[in-house]
């Protein structure tokens, strides 16, 4: 069994700052990429930011410059800064993982319990 559990939303003004966390634990030999996804009130579930266990990372175009993802493999951790919110960047926050928990298991896709972010004008 896996879980991702997230941390770190809440309610700022435009132009301030936050930091997502989100910590794996369960059952995991392997992670493959972490990352964020996002989801407006009445909008499908976008990708924002993706980081590979290489230290690749991927970002939405709407939060390049202003977002940056880096994770810490020794604690199973991904973190997500925004800095520069807008009142566009209001959503709730999904952190996602593939992981495998076993050497010849196949990889699965995880899924945080999501965090609000509202930013306000």
């Known amino acids: 069994q896996v879980q991702l559990v997230e941390s770190g939303g809440g309610l700022v003004q435009a132009g301030g700052s936050l930091r997502l966390s989100c910590a794996a634990s369960g059952t995991i030999f392997s992670i493959a990429s972490m990352g964020w996804y996002r989801q407006a009130e009445g909008k499908q579930r976008d990708l924002v930011a993706v980081?590979?266990?290489?230290?690749?990372?991927t970002y939405a175009d709407s939060v390049k410059g202003r977002f940056t993802t880096s994770r810490d493999n020794a604690k199973n951790t991904v973190y997500l800064q925004m800095n520069s919110l807008k009142v566009e960047d209001t959503a709730v926050y999904y952190c996602?993982?593939?992981?495998?928990?076993?050497?010849?298991?196949?990889?699965?896709?995880?899924w945080g319990q999501g965090t609000q972010v509202t930013v306000s004008s």
């Open positions: 996602n993982a593939k992981i495998k928990s076993w050497p010849l298991s196949g990889e699965r896709d995880y």
């Open positions: 980081i590979t266990s290489g230290g690749g990372t």
